[in-house]
């Protein structure tokens, strides 16, 4: 869904003047990210203390506008963000044990039934799975001391590397050099005073699009990637080499 307006209060403005630039940039791409229907406000969290306690103190406030939004629409907010195969074949999970909760209507006769039943369902989730483990890229992830250190393993970061996967035809090894490539440019920029690439939450990185563009932002990380090119060939952000002698061609 293509949400074209949204209603940002002075209050969540008001929160974010306690934050530093990069802070506020954080916390507000999150507000915009929930607000435009693009995230999952259950999704969102925070590593840093200070930008979880604000995301607290605004997030009925949001979560009243989701609501009224939703209902006046008759939409179903989580079936925006999640797979509707995962959401079927929990709802059937839910039916199977309630048909075997069921004793005074069935005395235990369909327990094989359920059971091949059940077993079916497992199948049928377990087809629309990515051959991908998902989860071993988290931790790789996590592997890198000055990279972001996450607290779980949520739906969101899971959909965001499904989406990398599926929009750029990643394998488990592409998954791996991205990050080994921007935890390698985010400790070398350390040094640099104006042009220091932030490490970035692993979702951002995997789901979320380049700042006025359309390419996904670990789409930079690619051999062909604008950023990783750069930065193998030695020229900086601002078109000059590391040397700052002359302009790159």
Request: charged share 30%; net charge positive.
């Amino acid at each position: 869904m293509e949400k074209k307006v949204i209603k940002y209060y002075r209050s969540f403005y008001e929160v974010s003047k306690v934050l530093d630039v990069e802070q506020f940039y954080e916390f507000n791409s999150a507000v915009f990210a929930v607000l435009f229907y693009e995230k999952d406000i259950d999704s969102v969290e925070f590593d840093n203390q200070l930008l979880q306690a604000l995301w607290a103190s605004i997030k009925h406030s949001m979560q009243a506008s989701i609501d009224g939004f939703c209902s006046k629409k008759s939409i179903d907010y989580k079936s925006l963000f999640y797979n509707k195969i995962d959401t079927l074949a929990k709802g059937v999970g839910k039916g199977v044990s309630k048909g075997l909760g069921n004793k005074d209507k069935d005395n235990g006769k369909d327990n094989g039934n359920v059971k091949d039943k059940d077993k079916d369902n497992k199948h049928f989730a377990d087809s629309n799975e990515s051959a991908i483990s998902y989860k071993k890229i988290y931790k790789h992830y996590l592997s890198k001391p000055n990279l972001i250190k996450h607290r779980k393993f949520t739906p969101e970061i899971r959909n965001a590397m499904k989406l990398a996967e599926k929009r750029l035809k990643l394998s488990e090894n592409d998954f791996i050099k991205i990050i080994d490539r921007h935890s390698e440019i985010v400790e070398e920029s350390k040094h640099e005073t104006k042009y220091q690439v932030r490490a970035r939450p692993i979702a951002e990185l995997f789901g979320q699009k380049v700042y006025q563009g359309t390419a996904l932002i670990c789409s930079e990380y690619l051999d062909d990637g604008s950023k990783w090119l750069r930065h193998s060939t030695g020229s900086s952000e601002t078109g000059f080499d590391t040397g700052g002698l002359k302009f790159a061609n």
